[in-house]
T-cell receptor
Framework: GDSVTQMEGPVTLSEEAFLTINCTYT??????LFWYVQYPGEGLQLLLK?????DKGSNKGFEATYRKETTSFHLEKGSVQVSDSAVYFC???????????????FGRGTSLIVHP | DSGVTQTPKHLITATGQRVTLRCSPR?????VYWYQQSLDQGLQFLIQ???????AKGNILERFSAQQFPDLHSELNLSSLELGDSALYFC?????????????FGQGTRLTVV
């Protein structure tokens, strides 16, 4: 079945440091790829997405490129801020599965801690 | 605010009990997903409903069940609770589901079984 593997955290950085969170996936079809972010005490919210190979998703200074040849979708940001401290989830949507469904499959999440 | 509402936010109950978690999706969203988030298992898909019908099942235990009502709100019923059921339960909704569709998440219900 489909799966998403992302680097274990926590990732601890100083403010203005460069961020990379690795994500690789396994899918039977040609999935869409997503990064979600979960701030403390809140639900997940979409950060960015890419729907085909070589697409780059970007939002709030974060970027990720859909690499089909390496089945990867690594998240990057050039200069992190304290306010970026959160848990980041890589996800894919593949299908349709049985019943015509598209079920988002999530990685286990990577906690990012940014110090001033 | 995602527009998805989950109640209650916190729930503490004893082993062997039964609880009901409620989710109101975003206005107009027909698809509702339930996920369980725990420290050791990450975010696990439980079940999906679409316009009142069950559409897909994931790693949902037989002690758990769900339904979606005509007004599209959904309930997740957890029975014969065990300590290991303690987790954060999320509901998400989308317009319908699709390859590129974003899922909108509620803030979750934190269930503690003692």
């Amino acid at each position: 079945g489909d799966s998403v593997t992302q680097m274990e955290g926590p990732v601890t950085l100083s403010e203005e440091a460069f961020l990379t969170i690795n994500c690789t996936y396994t899918a039977t079809g040609y999935p869409s790829l997503f990064w979600y972010v979960q701030y403390p005490g809140e639900g997940l919210q979409l950060l960015l997405k890419a729907t085909k190979a070589d697409d780059k998703g970007s939002n709030k200074g974060f970027e990720a490129t859909y690499r089909k040849e390496t089945t990867s979708f690594h998240l990057e940001k050039g200069s992190v801020q304290v306010s970026d401290s959160a848990v980041y989830f890589c996800a894919l949507s593949d299908g349709p599965g049985s019943g015509g469904s598209y079920i988002p499959t999530f990685g286990r999440g990577t906690s990012l801690i940014v110090h001033p | 605010d995602s527009g998805v509402t989950q109640t209650p936010k916190h729930l503490i109950t004893a082993t062997g009990q039964r609880v009901t978690l409620r989710c109101s999706p975003r206005s107009g969203d027909l698809s509702v997903y339930w996920y369980q988030q725990s420290l050791d298992q990450g975010l696990q898909f439980l079940i999906q409903y679409y316009n009142g019908e069950e559409r897909a099942k994931g790693n949902i235990l037989e002690r758990f069940s769900a339904q979606q009502f005509p007004d599209l709100h959904s309930e997740l019923n957890l029975s014969s609770l065990e300590l290991g059921d303690s987790a954060l339960y999320f509901c998400a909704s989308s317009v319908p589901d699709g390859l590129n569709t974003e899922a909108f998440f509620g803030q979750g219900t934190r269930l503690t079984v003692v």
